[in-house]
């Protein structure tokens, strides 16, 4: 299972008793969404994202008023005005500090990453709200709109070229265990969620290795390193 981003596009195949059958457009899974949670399709693009782990949308241009909506890193936005400190969007008044323009990605999904350290682990996740593996590598290559899948074996088959088992890792090699794929934030430190920790953590390449071996998980099976 994978969630939907705010401002995400899905497919609508049918509708009953207030769900919606929909397939996300982005990495292509289907299920059953609460109709009310959907929008009529928007003819404006996106223009902004969600830079930060969670913000809040208002109800006008002042931190004081309501908050209409609840958004999380990734979430996609059309900038329909501008305010001191504010953007208008589809969702309500967003703070600028919390947006980044979908034309100026960042370059270091490591980073990204990084922004996340704490989060609880979520079977399923992609957000700060709760995330696992593959959804975190997958939020922190999106975000520097790198296609990324959106499983771990998916990941593994389509990012980058694979490096010899003996090879010195560097910042932004991926690590793969039979179900589990990590970053590398320097050639022996990685950034991963776990549920050994049930949260977003660093860890020793070399303790990880260990640990989940002695867990019975198995060794890696594969490390790889984007060409950009």
């Not at 071996?213 to 490390?223: I, M, N, T």
């Amino acid at each position: 299972q994978r969630q939907l981003y705010p401002g995400e596009q899905v497919t609508v195949y049918d509708e009953h008793a207030g769900w919606s059958f929909v397939k996300a457009r982005a990495h292509g899974y289907v299920g059953y969404i609460q109709s009310q949670q959907l929008r009529p399709p928007n003819q404006a693009p996106s223009t902004h994202y969600i830079s930060v782990p969670i913000s809040h949308s208002y109800g006008q241009c002042d931190m004081k008023s309501g908050i209409t909506a609840l958004l999380v890193m990734g979430s996609q936005l059309q900038n329909l005005q501008e305010e001191t400190g504010f953007i208008k969007t589809q969702f309500g008044w967003v703070p600028k500090q919390h947006v980044q323009a979908l034309s100026d990605p960042p370059s270091d999904p490591v980073a990204v990453a990084e922004k996340l350290l704490g989060v609880p682990y979520l079977w399923g996740g992609d957000s700060a709200l709760g995330i696992d593996c593959s959804g975190l590598v997958r939020l922190s290559h999106m975000i520097c709109a790198h296609n990324c899948p959106a499983d771990s074996d998916l990941q593994q088959s389509a990012l980058g070229a694979v490096l010899p088992p003996d090879a010195p890792l560097q910042r932004g090699d991926l690590v793969f265990w039979k179900g589990h794929v990590a970053l590398m934030i320097s050639e022996e430190t990685l950034i991963h969620a776990n549920a050994h920790r049930m949260s977003v953590t660093y860890e020793a390449l070399s303790e990880a290795i260990s640990r989940i071996a002695l867990a019975g998980e198995g060794d890696v099976v594969l490390k790889k390193r984007l060409l950009l």
